[in-house]
T-cell receptor, first 113, second 113 residues
Framework: EAGVTQFPSHSVIEKGQTVTLRCDPISGHDNLYWYRRVMGKEIKFLLH????????ESGMPNNRFLAERTGGTYSTLKVQPAELEDSGVYFCASSKGQTYGYTFGSGTRLTVV | GNSVTQMEGPVTLSEEAFLTINCTYTATGYPSLFWYVQYPGEGLQLLLK?????DKGSNKGFEATYRKETTSFHLEKGSVQVSDSAVYFC????????????FGRGTSLIVHP
């Protein structure tokens, strides 16, 4: 089966611009998660979708971040306007159920300059 | 709250050397413990896990034992290979209905021929 796909793999944008990251989960996986790793620090949970609904968005840092999951398929994470501290690697993961193992994508490296 | 502490990296070893990467955790209740690995250019992959005290997780020559008395889950391998060069993340899920992992900062391993 195809894995979790994220794109772009890298993005360099200027402070104040908007960036949209996309995640395509494994087909049939209802659960989709977004995480972020700022350089050298922990991988931090951002939010969790079950199908198209946000189950838990307690990790979203502020209202500049907007996540959507149209029709319960792919998900997008938009950062608007981007700030320097948003730089990091954004990971997406999916799972069939909450007690099943996660499959992670290879991440999007975002650099805000 | 829950937290995971890993040893600082990078860890640099020669091929066939013994590897230990320390991991300690703080959690209430009975967490499950995990090691994930990220090879260059790839997503995180589950390496091994242990779900209760004294369990030993093992995979690809790596081992880790869930030590509740010392709240530790150290990763070990008897003889590392160049192909083991990667970033290793220790993680826990707290249980009690919560399956969102808490990750450590990651430890980079570099193995020289």
């Amino acid at each position: 089966e195809a894995g979790v796909t994220q794109f772009p793999s890298h993005s360099v944008i200027e402070k104040g611009q908007t960036v949209t990251l996309r995640c395509d989960p494994i087909s049939g996986h209802d659960n989709l998660y977004w995480y972020r790793r700022v350089m050298g620090k922990e991988i931090k949970f951002l939010l969790h979708f079950v199908k198209e609904s946000k189950q838990d968005e307690s990790g979203m840092p502020n209202n500049r971040f907007l996540a959507e999951r149209t029709g319960g398929t792919y998900s997008t994470l938009k950062v608007q306007p981007a700030e320097l501290e948003d730089s990091g690697v954004y990971f997406c993961a999916s799972s069939k159920g909450q007690t099943y193992g996660y499959t992670f994508g290879s991440g999007t490296r975002l650099t805000v300059v | 709250g829950n937290s995971v502490t890993q040893m600082e990296g990078p860890v640099t070893l020669s091929e066939e050397a013994f590897l230990t990467i320390n991991c300690t955790y703080t959690a209430t209740g009975y967490p499950s413990l995990f090691w994930y690995v990220q090879y260059p250019g790839e997503g995180l992959q589950l390496l091994l896990k242990a779900t209760k005290a004294d369990d030993k997780g093992s995979n690809k020559g790596f081992e880790a034992t869930y030590r509740k008395e010392t709240t530790s889950f150290h990763l070990e391998k008897g003889s590392v290979q160049v192909s083991d060069s990667a970033v290793y993340f220790c993680a826990l899920t707290p249980g009690g209905g919560s399956y969102i992992p808490t990750f450590g900062r990651g430890t980079s391993l570099i193995v020289h021929p």
